[in-house]
T-cell receptor, first 115, second 112 residues
Framework: GAVVSQHPSRVICKSGTSVKIECRSL??????MFWYRQFPKQSLMLMAT?????????EQGVEKDKFLINHASLTLSTLTVTSAHPEDSSFYIC???????????FGQGTRLTVV | GQQLNQSPQSMFIQEGEDVSMNCTSS?????WLWYKQEPGEGPVLLIA?????ELTSNGRLTAQFGITRKDSFLNISASIPSDVGIYFC????????????FGTGTRLKVLA
């Protein structure tokens, strides 16, 4: 399958600071990227869908000003957690896909801990 | 957020046994995907299904796309210890952003 690289794999930050997570599709051009959040022993909850060159579509209940998504190129999307708080600590996972009915491939995830 | 109903929630089985899990939804999907996730890692795609009724195998894994397009099952035959993990189904909506909705997960433990 296609390779999606997510960086960093782990990050610890202080409360009130911002953290940027990168998601790259290494061997294909991803027209669509998805960002998920996963709490321990729970499923993946979709946060937002981003298409290259346009604004991200956020799921209900997800604060767009807190979770800034940028999809500047067909191989890179970034998620910035602004003014992070301990409750933002979670496992964040991105996935990349071509447009339409197709597979989505996942990055390895980023464990964010806000202290 | 939206989630698909996946069952069973967890399974403890003996090595060599067959495993079956399924996902159901009230929505219609045009794609069903099955993933396996291990601790601290992102999900890894196992099988992708694109047509209603489609039956696809990947080694010891077999999955089917339900005729109604609202359900799918995954079977694992002759389980081995490395099958341990959490299995998720994901359904892709039929239009718009083509986003994927995940099932609640099936936690599989294999006893040697």
């Amino acid at each position: 399958g296609a390779v999606v690289s997510q960086h960093p794999s782990r990050v610890i930050c202080k409360s009130g600071t911002s953290v940027k997570i990168e998601c790259r599709s290494l061997d294909f051009q991803a027209t669509t990227m998805f960002w998920y959040r996963q709490f321990p022993k729970q499923s993946l909850m979709l946060m937002a869908t981003s298409n290259e060159g346009s604004k991200a579509t956020y799921e209900q209940g997800v604060e767009k000003d807190k979770f800034l998504i940028n999809h500047a190129s067909l191989t890179l999307s970034t998620l910035t957690v602004t003014s992070a708080h301990p409750e933002d600590s979670s496992f964040y996972i991105c996935s990349a896909a071509l447009t339409g009915p197709t597979e989505a491939f996942f990055g390895q995830g980023t464990r964010l801990t806000v202290v | 957020g939206q989630q698909l109903n996946q069952s069973p929630q967890s399974m403890f089985i003996q090595e060599g046994e067959d495993v079956s899990m399924n996902c159901t939804s009230s929505s219609i999907f045009n794609t069903w995907l099955w993933y396996k996730q291990e601790p601290g890692e992102g999900p890894v795609l196992l099988i992708a299904l694109y047509k209603a009724g489609e039956l696809t195998s990947n080694g010891r894994l077999t999955a089917q796309f339900g005729i109604t397009r609202k359900d799918s099952f995954l079977n694992i035959s002759a389980s081995i210890p490395s099958d341990v993990g959490i299995y998720f189904c994901a359904g892709q909506l039929t239009s718009g952003t083509y986003k994927y909705i995940f099932g609640t997960g099936t936690r599989l433990k294999v006893l040697a």
